[in-house]
């Protein structure tokens, strides 16, 4: 299965203030997936990130508050805009593996905004 | 009502003791199902996939009903190294849309 190196692990940002996550997977991949898990929560999908296109964003998730770049097959890079303590949460990104291996994921931002 | 429901637990067992989850799920047409397991502060990773001849791995057990919509994990001999969440997840009929259950808590005691 890939290998994705999430980064920042975690980060503390004052509100107002925007964080860009990134992920670098070790293989070219179509698909980049975004998903927020905030605590005691489930995981709860973003947006998808394709590679030379506009990122799909499920509903309650906007682009302006979200912006995702997708430059190559490898990489991807979430924004989150204009925090506010209700965006403290996980940030997971993941790619899709084989049919019958489901998502790999990244190892997560922590995010905290005060 | 969710794609995806689990009971959330805790889950406090004995090592040694068999513990079992269940989870069901409301689309019929899901086409893949899985069970990750999530240590705390640590990213969903993927524990087994569940094919609807059931499937073992070591002392887990995956079993999938679709007639009833619903899939489990038996873990058997239970280890403190299995202390986690385990998420319940399926794969639209689309192919691209995961879902993903809230999780279940289990910690075995010593």
């Known amino acids: 299965s890939a290998v994705i190196s999430q980064k920042p692990s975690r980060d503390i940002c004052q509100r107002g203030t925007s964080l860009t996550i990134q992920c670098q997977v070790d293989?070219?991949?179509?698909?980049m997936f975004w998903y927020r898990q905030q605590p005691g929560q489930s995981l709860t999908l973003i947006a998808t990130?394709?590679?030379?296109?506009?990122?799909?964003?499920e509903s309650g998730f906007v682009i302006d508050k979200f912006p995702i770049s997708r430059p190559n097959l490898t990489f991807s890079t979430l924004t989150v805009s204009n925090m506010s303590p209700e965006d403290s949460s996980i940030y997971l990104c993941?790619?899709?593996?084989?049919?019958?291996?489901?998502?790999?994921f990244g190892s997560g931002t922590r995010l905290t905004v005060v | 009502r969710k794609e995806v429901e689990q009971d959330p637990g805790p889950f406090n067992v004995p090592e040694g003791a068999t513990v079992a989850f269940n989870c069901t799920y409301s689309?019929?047409?899901?086409?893949?199902f899985f069970w990750y397991r999530q240590d705390c502060r640590k990213e969903p990773k993927l524990l087994m996939s569940?094919?609807?001849s059931g499937n073992e791995d070591g002392r887990f057990t995956a079993q999938l009903n679709r007639a009833s919509q619903y899939i489990s994990l038996l873990i058997r001999d239970s280890k403190l190294s299995d202390s986690a969440t385990y998420l319940c997840?399926?794969?639209?009929?689309?192919?691209?849309?995961?879902?993903f259950g809230t999780g279940t808590s289990l910690t075995v005691i010593p």
């Open positions: 997840v399926t794969r639209s009929n689309t192919g691209n849309q995961f879902y």
């Open positions: 990130a394709n590679q030379g296109s506009e990122a799909t964003y």
């Open positions: 689309n019929s047409a899901s086409q893949s």
């Open positions: 293989s070219q991949v179509t698909m």
């Open positions: 569940v094919y609807s």
């Open positions: 993941s790619v899709e593996g084989a049919e019958d291996y489901g998502y790999t």
